[in-house]
């Protein structure tokens, strides 16, 4: 790993507590990004002095925020040198996929790293808290710290409030309002799409990238944008509300009310199911995606896709889109290839297109990303 720079000299000089604030959250960064590391390798990262990194060890002990979690294994005399971690116990998370049909958590701790999954019930909304408790207690969590829910349907900016969307079933927001009520936790509502995006940005496929659109490819459609390595939500939460995009071959236009003419009604789950019933194949969707439908359907699957990646390379020009969800996993590299070569056609816009390894878990996963990052930011003071 290159080496961390240490605390930049300001324009004018930092007070003593600054700069041991900074030099802690560069710490903690590092024990987070590299795992457990030795006060020399501390010292290697962050180019502190061998006294400042003692102290900033022992600070950060008596903060309850690392431990010791074993012993280097390198070969030297004497004894071997500490290993410092941060401690995973000192906040629990849970991460929430809620559809319109079903509701996952995952319980984490403060690394990021799942302890705990089942699913909750849908309707029974107190029951649904109710399990995540028994959930978290199951997984050796006195309390959640961070409750991060990834749901579809516009979220406000602003206020984090999930807004009305046609075909929402109101139980989401009586969910979301129960768990603030309930939880003795920071509960932050996102968008799952968003989520998915956070996912692949971190752990997926747009890792090497700071511009792209995650395309979800499921029961519904939708997308996520992500330009200069930010999240953008757009002034109501509608950034990437994609299955609204009037396109030809709907036979009518998209409503305030209705995407039934828009985007959605092209690459929509039943729209793909029915496509690949035009081609002969009756199975399950996920199938036909993968191939089993045969070529001719890959590539009408592959032309109605360029549409909506065409939009999206002419306005933004993101440089990257990913076809995630649960068909985009399924489709992959052979998909992914096809739409990029159609899109060569209809923009001039150079825009490669990746199929996500993430499928319908990159959700939780961001989710789970999400809460870590917010409590971590929390308590490490960021």
């Not at 079933?169 to 968008?191: I, K």
């Not at 409590?375 to 490490?380: M, P, R, S, V």
Request: one cysteine or more; proline letters at 5%; a negative charge.
């Amino acid at each position: 790993m290159t080496p961390a720079k240490a605390l930049t000299a300001p324009p004018s000089p930092a007070s003593p507590s600054t700069a041991r604030a900074i030099n802690d959250r560069l710490a903690l960064q590092l024990l987070q990004e590299a795992g457990p590391l030795t006060a020399t390798q501390l010292k290697a990262m962050t180019g502190l002095s061998r006294p400042s990194v003692a102290d900033l060890v022992e600070r950060l002990g008596e903060a309850g925020l690392i431990e010791v979690v074993g012993e280097s294994g390198e070969q030297r005399r004497g004894p071997n040198a500490r290993l410092y971690g941060i401690v995973a116990s000192r906040a629990y998370l849970a991460a929430l996929d809620v559809r319109t049909d079903s509701a996952t958590a995952v319980i984490a701790d403060l690394l990021g790293r799942p302890l705990a999954r089942a699913a909750l019930p849908v309707d029974a909304v107190e029951e649904a808290v109710d399990r995540l408790e028994a959930l978290a207690t199951e997984a050796g969590a006195d309390r959640l710290h961070t409750v991060v829910i990834g749901a579809p349907g516009l979220v406000a900016p602003a206020s984090g409030e999930l807004g009305g969307t046609i075909g929402l079933p109101s139980w989401h927001r009586d969910l979301v309002a129960a768990l603030q009520r309930r939880l003795p936790a920071t509960v932050v509502v996102e968008n799952e799409t968003n989520l998915a995006a956070l996912a692949e940005q971190r752990v997926g496929v747009a890792r090497d990238v700071d511009s792209f659109v995650l395309l979800w490819l499921g029961t519904g459609v939708g997308a996520a944008v992500v330009l200069d390595g930010r999240l953008r939500r757009g002034a109501s939460g509608g950034a990437g509300e994609i299955g609204f995009l009037p396109v030809p071959g709907t036979g009518g236009l998209p409503s305030a009310t209705d995407c039934a003419g828009g985007y959605h009604a092209l690459v929509g789950r039943d729209a793909v199911a029915a496509l690949a019933a035009e081609h002969g194949f009756t199975g399950p969707v996920e199938e036909a995606v993968a191939g089993a439908a045969g070529e001719a359907f890959l590539d009408a699957l592959a032309e109605r896709l360029s549409l909506g990646a065409a939009a999206v390379a002419a306005i933004l020009d993101p440089g990257c889109v990913v076809l995630a969800g649960e068909l985009g996993r399924a489709g992959g590299d052979a998909l992914a290839a096809r739409v990029a070569l159609r899109l060569t056609t209809l923009t001039p816009v150079t825009t490669d297109v990746r199929a996500t390894a993430l499928g319908g878990p990159a959700v939780l996963t961001g989710a789970r990303l999400a809460a870590r990052e917010s409590a971590q930011a929390e308590l490490f003071g960021g």
